[in-house]
């Protein structure tokens, strides 16, 4: 008898397989990042077809064939209209895609991420403050550091500037409001730190992530 589970998921990307399937990479809630494929998806008619689309947060309906997990069917939970209809929230959400994308092995359960990723992509879905949003880059990352075991507060420190010590202190302890307070961390230095984090990670994890490949509107 098959069991059928249901499951609810990020969009992280897709690709096409065949001439009407679409295979999905997913961040799932329970099982991490998976793919999937999504069978006669190009030639359907139904009009939820952008829940597999990437930044689509959806419930799949699955069950297992041997080690693979097989759709049966699929909801759309949220499609981030609001991100989708600003081109600078829409870069800075298929950054955090990308990021996690590289970040993420499949297999491996990773709740805390999953959490993350959802509050974060929800965040910019009603905060179009682009200071604010690039604040909540700065924190995905530090975030994601943490997570893999490469964040010491002292090697991150080591080569930023005074004002960039000051930001990344303030996000260790996790008082994001005084950082939106001080008017004089602004969106360059926010975007700076960005960047220097990003030198950090690749150095530790041989990953490399760039913000300006994402950023349609540029600073």
Not at 58 to 64: A, D, H, Q, R, S
Not at 85 to 101: R, T, W
Not at 120 to 136: A, G
Request: without cysteine; neutral net charge.
């Amino acid at each position: 008898m098959t069991k059928f589970i249901t499951n609810k998921a990020f969009v992280l990307g897709n690709y096409l397989f065949g001439e009407a399937d679409r295979n999905l990479i997913l961040l799932t809630e329970d099982f991490g990042k998976i793919t999937l494929t999504v069978k006669g998806i190009l030639k359907s008619k139904r009009r939820d077809k952008i829940a597999t689309e990437p930044l689509s947060y959806v419930e799949f309906l699955l069950y297992k064939k041997g080690e693979q997990f097989i759709v049966s069917d699929f909801s759309l939970l949220e499609s981030f209209e609001n991100i989708r209809k600003d081109l600078d929230s829409l870069s800075f959400a298929f950054y955090l895609l990308a990021v996690v994308n590289k970040f993420v092995f499949e297999g491996y359960h990773v709740p805390k991420i999953f959490r993350l990723l959802k509050n974060s992509l929800y965040y910019l879905n009603q905060e179009n403050n682009r200071r604010k949003q690039l604040l909540l880059l700065n924190y995905f990352l530090f975030f994601l550091m943490q997570e893999e075991g490469i964040f010491r507060i002292d090697e991150v420190l080591e080569h930023l500037s005074f004002e960039e010590k000051e930001i990344s202190r303030l996000l260790y302890q996790k008082k994001i409001d005084s950082i939106v307070r001080e008017e004089e961390y602004t969106q360059e230095k926010l975007f700076f730190l960005i960047k220097k984090m990003e030198n950090y990670i690749g150095e530790k994890l041989d990953i490399d992530v760039s913000i300006e490949q994402y950023m349609m509107g540029g600073l």
